[in-house]
């Protein structure tokens, strides 16, 4: 299929208002990028303000850690631009990669240096001599104070990951992006992780967070945009992407679903079927024709619509209309 000019943001929302000759803070404009046969992105359009708190979510394989690259200008785009502030991640590379800050999805590291030297090695990459101020601060909300003279290969997971968040924000980047930073990250850290976090946004940096913890990004994030195979299949605020399916799931443990129902089953797993529903009454319904076919039920219960719901829904809708695609 074809792309069409301009991008294929479905519901292209604008993003918030900003001054007339502000730079976005990050802008995508056709990123296309293949592996092989792989067709890694294709075509992906973003344009994230200054001062957003942005969600970049997507199943496993979807394009963000690639697009993330593109970004940090570790990966080539085969075609597109990508800016950071305003700055080319090809062509001004390094006013790109100073406003940048980016804590990557993989744990790498240097096993000989201590905590503090990793930071501070850090620092140096960017020209900074005389950072220990801030490196005590970084030290500190990431709780790894009593850790900083450790050595990094006797840290725990988690903490290692600590670290490549310090190692993000050590020159103060205006532009944060956060590839599954609490991956393996215990639930106090997570908690004052998202604190600190919060805190820089508050502060004017923009944050773009990638998570597979739907409910973390419906917490923290103010917009959202979902990919999926590379395209982006929805673009939207937080608040509108919730409110796009009202209504109800339906989550029902039972040996099949009655026939008239089956096009309701937003997802099963084992025996335990996810079916949606418009409005409490709709589940008289359900009951009468599973009582009419003789089909017993092991539980139920019912649950308000969250991200996570919406997410399964948009990559449904998404992969339905690929597979349309790929008859037409
Ligand atoms: N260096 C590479 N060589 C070959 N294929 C690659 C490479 N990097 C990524 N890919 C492929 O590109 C696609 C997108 O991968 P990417 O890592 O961007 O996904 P992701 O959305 O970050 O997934 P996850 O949620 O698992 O981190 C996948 O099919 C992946 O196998
Ligand atoms: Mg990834």
Known sequence: MGRE???????????????????????????????????????????????????????????????????????????????????????????????LGVVPQELVFDPFFTVRETLAIQSGYFGLRRNDAWIDEILHHLDLTAKADANMRSLSGGMKRRVLVGQALVHRPPVIILDEPTAGVDVELRQSLWGFIRKLNRDGHTIILTTHYLEEAEALCGRIAMLRAGRVVALDTTRALLSRFPGLTVRLTAERVPASWQPRVLRQEAGTFFLGLERHADLEGLLAALRTEGIGIGELALQ???????FLRIMADAAASAKLEATA
């Open 5 to 99: 000019p301009g991008g294929t943001v479905p519901e292209g929302i604008a993003p918030p208002p900003r001054p007339a000759g502000m730079p976005l803070a990050v802008e995508a404009v056709n990123v296309t990028r293949r592996f092989g046969a792989v067709r890694a992105l294709a075509g992906v359009d973003l344009a994230v303000t200054e001062g957003e708190f942005f969600g970049l979510l997507g199943p496993n394989g979807a394009g963000k850690t690639t697009l993330i690259s593109i970004l940090a200008g570790l990966t080539r785009a085969d075609a597109g631009t990508a800016r950071i502030l305003g700055h080319d991640v090809v062509a001004d590379y390094r006013n790109a990669r100073r406003k």
């Open 304 to 310: 308000e619509a969250d991200l996570e719901q919406v």
